[in-house]
């Protein structure tokens, strides 16, 4: 990768972050227009079909196609990205969190991380290859998205049901892998190949209305919610062990007694007790399902007891739980509160979805990141988080999140970017993943 290429993904990389695409989960927000708009421009010239999909105005998804030569015994890949980013609170920054700022070496601002750093190295990858006069024999989809941190509504998940002709493909490229984990046996690469569920739940708590001057003995629904609160942060049930997290564990750089406890469901919860805060929370994410009250709202005046309080709790499941097990383990958490609450279904649901690694895909993402570190070995991870690859698993493709960052990344506090403040990414990262696609590219499609 020359010095003017990665130059190149730095500026884009920073404009997209200018363009303060924020979604913060209305409708009328993200304005993905903008970037959609700087990425028409970008691909001009560079012999790409780019049509647009707004189905709600202002959240445009860009979509460039290259139609392969060979159709019929090449596979077609899509590499996406989406260009929303989620709210910032200013005050919590040390710049300008959408200056896009290059600061020794780090490109600043909201979506550095999440995900613009991808979405802005596909662009470049792609148009540096046909530029040079690569020709794909299978089709190549670039996407650029909108709506990926509220759900896909309006984007990704827009797409597959109403203009999937435009974005299907056997392989699906998005975030978020490519971590560099060193280790005594080697540095391992993180791949994503699955995701946990969504199942959001609503608990309504329902007390009596009175007089807040005179508390004792009122039936006050906001202090049984709080008892559902603490009930439910409390819980703890038994883990479940999955395969990916067995893989992934193999390639931690931890003590052996640590790893054979974090695959064994009765010494797990002291093994992550034992670890850093960061690999704690992932650790215990990947080996739960989990229930996180987040949102509170209920009351209508100060001096009057509430009669009704609202919780909705963020409920993330492991790949096989189902909707009843939701239900088991809520009644278990809540224990007599159980029959004193309803519960309700609280926006889209999604099952946990998985891709399967023995896959030629697999295979040439682990060439091309051996050509950047020659000794890596592929770690498959799942994230606790939820990404626009579900879309694309539920409709057969086999989708990783990847990309590649360089050793000055740190595994172990990276995460805290995601969402976090002070979100940046180092240049060298960016020219890593740009090459990593241009790499990919050529081995499958070349």
């Not at 989960?25 to 421009?41: I, K, T, V, W």
């Not at 596979?75 to 896009?100: C, E, I």
């Not at 049984?224 to 703890?236: C, F, I, Q």
């Not at 509170?296 to 909705?312: I, R």
Request: aromatic content about 6%; hydrophobic content about 40%.
């Amino acid at each position: 990768m020359t010095d003017s290429a990665g130059g190149e993904v730095t500026e884009l990389l920073q404009q997209l972050i200018r363009n303060q695409c924020v979604n913060d989960g209305r409708a009328e927000s993200g304005h993905e227009q903008r970037s959609a708009d700087l990425l028409r421009g970008y691909f001009e010239g560079a012999g790409v079909d780019l049509e647009e999909y707004e189905p709600t105005p202002g959240r445009a998804s860009l979509v460039a196609r290259i139609d392969g030569s060979d159709r019929r015994n090449a596979p077609s890949v899509l590499l996406m990205g989406h260009t929303d980013v989620v709210p910032v609170t200013p005050d919590g920054w040390s710049r300008d969190p959408f200056g896009g700022e290059l600061v020794d070496g780090e490109v600043w601002g909201r979506g550095a991380v999440d995900m613009l750093n991808i979405t802005a190295s596909m662009a470049v990858a792609v148009k540096d290859l046909l530029t040079s006069g690569f020709r794909p024999r299978g089709d190549l989809i670039y996407l650029a998205v909108a709506d990926e941190e509220a759900g896909g509504h309006h984007g990704a998940g827009w797409l597959v049901d109403n203009a999937y002709e435009a974005v299907a493909a056997d392989y699906v490229l998005t975030e978020s892998g490519g971590i560099v984990m060193p280790t005594e046996e080697g540095r391992h690469v993180t791949v994503t190949l699955a995701e946990k569920g969504i199942a959001w739940r609503r608990i309504r708590v329902r007390g009596t209305p009175a007089h807040g001057s005179m508390p004792y003995g009122t039936d006050n629904a906001l202090v049984k919610a709080a008892d559902v609160v603490r009930r439910l942060a409390d819980y703890r049930q038994e883990a479940t062990i999955t395969d990916t997290w067995r893989a992934y564990v193999a390639a931690l750089d931890v003590p052996r007694d640590v790893r054979e406890m974090l695959v064994d469901p009765g010494r797990v919860m002291d093994a992550i007790a034992s670890l850093d805060p960061g690999r704690a929370k992932l650790a215990h994410a990947c080996t739960h399902m989990t229930f996180s009250p987040n949102v509170v709202a209920g009351g209508v005046k100060t001096n009057v007891v509430p009669d009704v309080v609202d919780l909705d709790v963020d409920i993330r499941t492991l790949p096989g739980e189902t909707p009843d097990d939701v239900t088991r383990h809520l009644r278990t958490a809540l224990g007599d509160l159980a029959d004193q609450v309803e519960v309700s279904v609280l926006g889209e649901q999604s099952a946990s979805t998985a891709s399967p690694r023995d896959t030629p895909l697999w295979d040439a993402i682990g060439r091309a990141v051996r050509r950047a570190y020659p000794d890596a070995i592929l770690a498959p991870r799942l994230t606790a988080g939820g990404t626009d690859a579900r879309f694309f698993r539920d409709k057969g493709a086999v989708a990783y999140g990847m990309a590649l960052f360089s050793e000055k990344v740190d595994y172990r506090d990276f995460a805290s970017r995601f969402h976090g403040n002070d979100e940046r990414v180092d240049v060298e990262s960016l020219t890593l993943s740009t090459q990593l696609w241009k790499d990919l590219l050529v081995d499958v499609l070349g």
